[in-house]
């Protein structure tokens, strides 16, 4: 099977190749088609799969640490 990439798609393997411990290309679409498909079940949640979409569609963001742990702040309340 042969699967054409846009040019973002690409570069976003690429980064994901450097950074994300992934051994290839073809690990990075299968992990993606696995996320799709459990998005895609029956019992999923239609307000998770709607904000799951949202995040997808935009562009990537970086987190400092400080986010994370005022999260967790916000979580204890």
């Not at 973002?8 to 992990?31: C, W």
């Not at 999923?44 to 979409?53: F, K, Q, T, Y």
Request: charged share 30%.
């Amino acid at each position: 099977m042969k699967v054409v990439l846009t040019p973002h798609q690409e570069k976003f393997i690429a980064l994901k190749m450097r950074t994300g411990g992934y051994l290839s290309p073809d690990e990075i679409v299968r992990e993606a088609l696995r996320v799709y498909e459990l998005v895609e079940q029956d019992d999923s949640d239609p307000a998770l799969e709607v904000a799951l979409r949202h995040s997808l569609a935009g562009p990537l963001k970086k987190y400092r640490p400080s986010h994370f742990a005022s999260l967790s702040k916000r979580n204890d309340l």
